[in-house]
């Protein structure tokens, strides 16, 4: 919901960047490429666990 939403908001090249649960990195990932983001990334925390993940919103546009 949050990445389809987000689309509404974000300028082509526009970042979307949402904290997560420990286990949620992969879900996540998979659902912004889904929704027809690029540049994927999930980042650890401090103690290393799965915490945020980052993607880049191409536009309506873009080749998925």
């Known amino acids: ?3 389809a ?3 509404q908001y974000l300028k082509p090249r526009g970042r979307l960047i949402v ?3 420990f286990d949620q ?3 996540v990932q998979e659902i ?3 929704g027809g983001f ?3 990334q999930c980042l650890p925390d401090m103690e290393g666990r799965a915490r945020v993940v980052s993607a880049v919103w191409q536009g309506d546009n873009a080749a998925v």
């Open 25 to 27: 990195g992969e879900p």
């Open 19 to 21: 904290e997560i649960g």
């Open 5 to 7: 939403q987000a689309q």
């Open 32 to 34: 912004f490429h889904d």
């Open 1 to 3: 919901l949050l990445g």
């Open 38 to 40: 690029t540049e994927i």
